[in-house]
Structures are given as structure tokens and as C-alpha cells.
């Protein structure tokens, strides 16, 4: 007798998701930029002159330098990509971040229901009605002062170069400022989803078999919504990569000598009007790595979760 | 009704209240003082000025002074520019304003008929090139779209500008730039709950009654249809109104953005809470109109 092999929820949600003919691409794409991002500037096929070299700056496109070189005579090429690792970088340790808080967050709430899970989404409504961005600024500015005087302690005690020093001082109270302000829809989500598993059968039998809370939140609930939240933060990375590059934009984020594609961007934009190359170059791959996390992450959704709507 | 007002009200309140404690003493946690920065002040005008702004006190004794000015009416006066805040404000406000509306009115002329066509073609070419044109308009940000408005079109339009702010022509690229993203969004929404209402079962028998495609729409699809869109333009207000800050610094615009930016950099603190107030104060009223509005559409929120 032949038994018919059935499909667990992750086989059939990857032979969805290979249907979708969009979210393929956006996986292969983003594989790509990622892996080019941070293989190809360790390599000699990009030339690496952080310093640059001023009689050779705007360049336009040739054998040497394929996108050009930028107004200090860097290779364009390697600062897209070099300012790629700190993008996406920023984006997906803010993403963690978030996901951890959001995570616990909401866990804690449906799971405990009653007055803590009022009091706990309350507090969620009061954070939502806070001005992201008036937010993000304010925490940037703060937090990247306070953590400036960290840095004798980082080159002195811990032995880092300057760079490095000046890189971690930069990126991780940008990190922290986002991950510490975009964790509330994830919040909600989570919180929804505990809410309805908890009155699931399969929880009532852990509960009369006397499994603790955390073993039961932790080991029985979460898993089973590791779907949402897989869905929830493809969609989280685009919008916190975009909020680097706003702070970034407006000089409150990643600061020169650090180059970030927000950094770039900015710069691009004071030479528009005789050297558009450099705005539009850094645009395009900018653009086309969000567009692929949300189209990877409207396809994730239709994958893994089929029933919710698309808004 | 009354009561989900109210309620809605009394919410608001309190996150004013938190934005300006949360602003007030954040900001403070910075080293220093707002006049350290100053060049060679003379230690005797430095106490002075510590005096005048009630700098020289512990901090929740200058929290409750601030109150007490606040209550009074008023604002302070900003440490940098030495100028009331309520005047900065009063200069800066409406310019901020009318971008996040001009913007807001964009997004909705363009998104919510493209989510409208997008809905009734559904499946089809239009359907898939509207919802691919909103992925892009998600995906790409203010700061590349603005230059390139700059670049491409206000130097072929002879009467736009590529910076400044004179009169109406020069809010349209601003608005334009601001209100792409948001139009993306509302398309997004607008068609999925049109595609969700277009689906049940009062529609289909509207169909039977035989009533005519248009009479369904108008009469029974849109109202419902609309709401998810609706809900989305409060929240979407608010980040207009603080999107606008990229906008300003692109186009050159004296809205609100660039001092609150400085106003942080440089710890000018009466400024920075007369700003976070008054988009505090917006963003409340806005989503409290949002809901109100919701509410009267939507019979089901009445109870």
C-alpha cells in the first residue's frame, strides 16, 4: 500500500512561494546585492580607495571604475557597496531588535489576557500615537551624544582601531533608536495571534499535563506563529532600512567617514543639478533592494498565511 | 459615540503629556548645557542666562516651571535665536502644514481611485500594473523622488521652481514628493477593501436584484470599501506632517523640519518643546478626526 507523503505547513508554503513569480526574483535578487555587498569589496575586482584621489574625482563610467568615481575620486562601485553592508546592517540588527521586543512583548500580553494584557496594549496605543520620526530624531541625536564617550574606552580598553571604534559608536545607538521605536505592530501581531492559539486544544492539553507558562509560551505558542512574524519582519527591514536613510538624509544618522546609502544619497543630491550619476546610481540599487524585501514579503505573507488580506 | 470620543480625547491628552516629558528630559540627559556651546560667554552673563532660563535648577524643578509657563499660555523663549517660540512657530507652521496637506491631497486624488480601478479590474493587466507602480512608490523614497522632480520636471516647467517658497506653484513639487509614498500606500488599501466588500454577499445581491454596475459601486461598495483607506489617512497625516521634514530640506522650504532638527542638535530646549507640541497637538487632532469619521461610516464601531 502506498502512503501518500502529506506536506508540512513549510514545504507547501516554499512551493507557493516559488509559484509567485515576483517574490522568486526579489529572493534571488536580494541574495545577490547582499552577497555583492559584502564578498566583492574584499575582492579585486573592486577598487578600494577610501581616501580617494581628487584629480581623478567624477570620473565617468569606464573599464576601471564601472559606475564612475564620486566627487572625491572614490570608485562609486565599491562605496554602493561598502555603504550596502552598513544599510543593511542597521536594518536587519534594528529588525532584531524590534522582533525581540515586539516578540516578548505581545507574547506576555495575549498570554497573560485579562487587566495586564489591557494595561500592556493600552500603553501600545498611548507609544502609536507618539510621532515616529519626531522620535527617531530626538533618540538619534541623544543617544549618539551619551555614546560618544564611550569611544576612549572602546580604542583604549578593548584595542579597537579608530575606525572600527567610530563605526561601532555610529551604527549601534542608530540600531538601538530604531529597533527601541518600531517594535509596537509587531506587538500587536504577535499579541493576536497568542490570543487566539491560547483557546487551541492542543494548549489546553499542554496546560492539563502541567507544563509550565514560559514552556508553553515559549516551546507550544511561539512556533507556531514563527509565520506571522517571519512575514511581519520582511516587511519590518524595508521600512527601518528607509528610516536609516531619512536620519542619514537629514545628518542625524550615519555620519561621514561611515557611508551608508542614506549617506550617499545625501551627498548625490548636492551635485544633481552637474553629476546626476552619483544620485542615481545609489537611488537604483537603494530602490530596488526595498522593492525586493516587499515584494519577498507580500509573497511571504501569501505563502505562509493565505488567508490574510492583502492591504 | 460620545464616550469613544471622549475616550479618544482623554488618550490624546496623555500622549501629549508623555511626548513632552519623554522630549524634556531626554534631551537633558545630553552632557552639558545649551550654552556650553556658546563661544567666551563671561562667566557672569553665563549665570545670567542660566538664571533667565531657569537653567541653573534641578530638573524637576525646571519640568514644573515649564508646566506652570505652559498653562500660562505660552511657550518660552529659545535659547539660540532668542526669539519667543510661539513666533518661530507661528512663522514656520503653516508652511509645514500646508505641505502635509497639499501632500495629503495628492496621495488621495491619485491613490484611491488607482486602489477603486485596481479593485474593479481585478486579475487583469491594469489590476497588476497599478498594484506593481504602488510597490514602487513604497519603495522609493522621498529623497530620491524630490531631486528628481527637481532635476527632470521644475527645469522643463517654466513656471516651477527647483527651490524656494513663494506662492502656490512652489507647494506643488514639494506636495507631489511628499504625497507619492502615501498615494502608494492608500492605492494598496483602497483595493484590497474594495476587493473584500466587492466579495460579499449583499453585493451579489445587488447583482441579482439587477441593479446596474455603477448603482453597486456608488451605492453599496464604496462606503465600506473605503473604510480600511479612511482609518489609514489619520496615521498617514501625521507621517506626512514629520515625512515633510526630508521635503523642506530638499526643496529649501522654512517649514517647521529644519528648526526642530537643530533645535535637538543644538539642545535649544524651549524651541524643541514648542515643536514637539505642536506636532503633538496635530497629530492627535487629526487621528481623533480620522476616527470620528470612521465611526460615522462605519455603523458597526457605533456600539
Not at chain 2, 473604510?227 to 523642506?248: C, D, N
Request: glycine content about 8%; charged content about 15%.
Amino acid at each position: 500500500m502506498k502512503i501518500e507523503q502529506g506536506n508540512s505547513l513549510w514545504s507547501d508554503a516554499w512551493l507557493r512561494l516559488k509559484k509567485n513569480r515576483l517574490a522568486f526574483i526579489s529572493l534571488w535578487t536580494l541574495l545577490i546585492i547582499i552577497l555583492a555587498c559584502f564578498i566583492l569589496p574584499s575582492t579585486s575586482l573592486v577598487e578600494a580607495n577610501p581616501n580617494g584621489n581628487l584629480s581623478n574625482a567624477f570620473a565617468p563610467p569606464s573599464s576601471k571604475h564601472i559606475l564612475g568615481t564620486d566627487q572625491i575620486g572614490r570608485d562609486l562601485l565599491w562605496r554602493i557597496l561598502k555603504g550596502g553592508q552598513i544599510s543593511l546592517l542597521v536594518g536587519l540588527i534594528a529588525t532584531i531588535i524590534s522582533i525581540l521586543i515586539g516578540v516578548s512583548y505581545g507574547a506576555i500580553a495575549g498570554y497573560k489576557g485579562g487587566k495586564t494584557d489591557a494595561v500592556l496594549m493600552r500603553i501600545v496605543d498611548i507609544l502609536y500615537g507618539l510621532p515616529f520620526l519626531i522620535l527617531v530624531i530626538l533618540f538619534s541625536i541623544v543617544i549618539t551624544d551619551i555614546s560618544k564617550q564611550a569611544k576612549p574606552f572602546l580604542i583604549e580598553d578593548l584595542k579597537l582601531s579608530k575606525n572600527f571604534a567610530e563605526l561601532v559608536i555610529n551604527i549601534i545607538p542608530l540600531c538601538l533608536t530604531i529597533g527601541l521605536l518600531g517594535w509596537y505592530t509587531m506587538a500587536r501581531v504577535v499579541r493576536s495571534q497568542v490570543l487566539s492559539s491560547k483557546k487551541l486544544e492542543y494548549i489546553e492539553a499542554a496546560v492539563s499535563l502541567g507544563l509550565s507558562h514560559k514552556n508553553i509560551l515559549f516551546k507550544q505558542i511561539l512556533p507556531n506563529q514563527l509565520g506571522p512574524i517571519i512575514v511581519y519582519t520582511t516587511l519590518t527591514i524595508p521600512g527601518f532600512i528607509l528610516t536609516e536613510a531619512t536620519l542619514s538624509f537629514l545628518g542625524v544618522g550615519v555620519q561621514p567617514p561611515n557611508s551608508s546609502w542614506g549617506i550617499m544619497l545625501n551627498e548625490g543630491a548636492n551635485y544633481m543639478e552637474t553629476k546626476p550619476l552619483l544620485i542615481i546610481f545609489p537611488s537604483v540599487v537603494f530602490a530596488i533592494t526595498l522593492l525586493a524585501l516587499n515584494f519577498l514579503g507580500d509573497g511571504l505573507r501569501d505563502a505562509l498565511d493565505p488567508k490574510a488580506s492583502k492591504d | 459615540m460620545l464616550k469613544t470620543i471622549l475616550d479618544r480625547l482623554l488618550q490624546g491628552i496623555v500622549v501629549i503629556i508623555c511626548l513632552l516629558t519623554l522630549t524634556f528630559f531626554l534631551i537633558r540627559l545630553v552632557p552639558g548645557d545649551p550654552l556650553t556651546d556658546e563661544k567666551a560667554m563671561p562667566p557672569q552673563v553665563r549665570a545670567e542666562n542660566m538664571k533667565i532660563f531657569k537653567l541653573d535648577k534641578s530638573q524637576p524643578v525646571q519640568y514644573l516651571y515649564y508646566w506652570k509657563t505652559l498653562l500660562q499660555g505660552e511657550m518660552g523663549i529659545s535659547i539660540k535665536k532668542r526669539q519667543p517660540v510661539s513666533m518661530i512657530i507661528s512663522q514656520s507652521f503653516p508652511v509645514s502644514v500646508i505641505i502635509g496637506i497639499t501632500g495629503m491631497f495628492i496621495a488621495v486624488i491619485i491613490g484611491i481611485p488607482a486602489g477603486i480601478i485596481a479593485a474593479l479590474k481585478h486579475n487583469s493587466l491594469i489590476d497588476n500594473g497599478t498594484m506593481f507602480l504602488a510597490m514602487l512608490g513604497i519603495s522609493i523614497p522621498t529623497f530620491v523622488v524630490g531631486p528628481i522632480l527637481a532635476k527632470f520636471v521644475a527645469t522643463q516647467v517654466p513656471f516651477l521652481k527647483v527651490a524656494g517658497w513663494g506662492g502656490p506653484f512652489d507647494w506643488i513639487l514639494p506636495a507631489i514628493t511628499l504625497g507619492l509614498g502615501t498615494a502608494a500606500y492608500l492605492a494598496r488599501i483602497t483595493r484590497a477593501g474594495m476587493l473584500d466588500i466587492l466579495s460579499q454577499d449583499f453585493i451579489r445581491t445587488a447583482k441579482a436584484k439587477g441593479a446596474d454596475q455603477k448603482s453597486i459601486i456608488i451605492k453599496h461598495a464604496l462606503k465600506g470599501g473605503l473604510v480600511p483607506a479612511i482609518a489609514y489617512i489619520g496615521p498617514a497625516f501625521a507621517m506626512l506632517i514629520t515625512g515633510s521634514f526630508v521635503v523642506e530640506t530638499i526643496f529649501q522650504v522654512p517649514g517647521m523640519g529644519q528648526h526642530f532638527v537643530n533645535a535637538t542638535k543644538e539642545r535649544d530646549y524651549f524651541l524643541l518643546q514648542g515643536m514637539v507640541l505642536l506636532f503633538g497637538v496635530l497629530i492627535v487632532m487629526v487621528n481623533l478626526a480620522a476616527d470620528i469619521l470612521l465611526t460615522y461610516l462605519n455603523p458597526r464601531l457605533r456600539s
